[in-house]
């Protein structure tokens, strides 16, 4: 263990994610540019393009999105912000969650759905083929072979780039191999929310961009006098930076997408690239729970 962290210690800015290519590891999430209950459209949808964009100059070449953001909107936005895109800039995108109203996510994995909005998120980002596609849940209703055959196919047809899952068990993650490279798995993982430390360690064995989703969630541990919080003000910087940081310590796959729909707090976020915590600090987070 002790090893491991002293080479990740380095932080290496950049990973590179089979089928995609090089990105910087600190990206953007776009659930946060739509209204409340990631539905609809957001208070100011002005602001909104102001964030993706401030995103790109900030140095982001890697945002995150789905097409059940708003549903459609997340993915309007970012092209209307961006489109066409600058040239290293890439794209991802989730299928497989239907929207019901706000706050509710069903997931649908059929075949023709999962091509159905896969087409639509092309014609939606305005491109000829996707970075990035994730299966956003394993319909536990489908048998996941089919939902990973389609995957596979549309890869084949070339209308997408790289694959990738989310919120999978590292049995689901091997299944998925035996049709298509895994690029990325996206599941929670935070200072507080660890279920998923044995994924985590499969992505970095095998080479496999993971994006932790909620990755500045640290509950109590940010609260005054709480490690996060004294960590922070040892470092001069936020706790949400500091979560940011550990996460980018912790493995070199890893791949954290802190979203806002706010220039503040995108800045405040992309502040985490540049800061650097000692070992001491390091494995005081690593402990706390």
Do not use: C
């Not at 690239?273 to 005081?284: N, S």
């Amino acid at each position: 263990m002790t090893t491991e962290h002293e080479d990740t210690r380095k932080t290496p800015a950049t990973i590179d994610l089979k089928d995609l290519g090089t990105v910087h590891r600190l990206g953007f999430g776009a659930m946060r540019i739509v209204g409340d209950g990631v539905w609809g459209e957001p208070a100011d949808r002005k602001a909104a393009v102001d964030v993706v964009r401030r995103a790109v100059e900030l140095g982001v070449d890697f945002i995150d999105t789905a097409d059940s953001y708003g549903p459609n909107i997340s993915e309007e936005i970012i092209a209307e912000a961006l489109h066409p895109y600058p040239e290293g800039v890439r794209i991802a995108t989730k299928v497989g969650f239907t929207r019901t109203g706000p706050n509710q996510w069903v997931p649908v994995g059929r075949a023709e759905y999962l091509r159905q909005q896969t087409e639509l998120s092309l014609r939606k980002l305005k491109v000829d083929a996707l970075d990035l596609l994730q299966l956003h849940r394993i319909d536990p209703k489908v048998d996941a072979e089919e939902q990973f055959g389609v995957l596979s196919d549309l890869q084949r047809e070339g209308k997408v780039k790289a694959l990738g899952l989310s919120e999978v068990s590292v049995d689901q993650l091997k299944a998925a191999e035996q049709f298509f490279t895994v690029s990325t798995v996206q599941n929670r993982y935070n200072l507080t929310d660890r279920k998923s430390e044995d994924v985590l360690d499969y992505a970095t064995e095998n080479g496999i961009g993971f994006i932790p989703w909620a990755p500045i969630s640290a509950g109590d541990l940010a609260k005054p006098g709480g490690p996060l919080d004294e960590a922070a003000k040892r470092l001069g910087a936020t706790t949400s930076q500091v979560a940011l940081v550990w996460l980018l310590r912790r493995s070199p796959v890893m791949m954290p997408i802190p979203g806002t729909g706010s220039v503040k707090h995108l800045e405040e976020n992309m502040g985490a690239a540049g800061l650097v915590i000692d070992d001491a600090t390091f494995t005081e987070l690593e402990n706390a729970r």
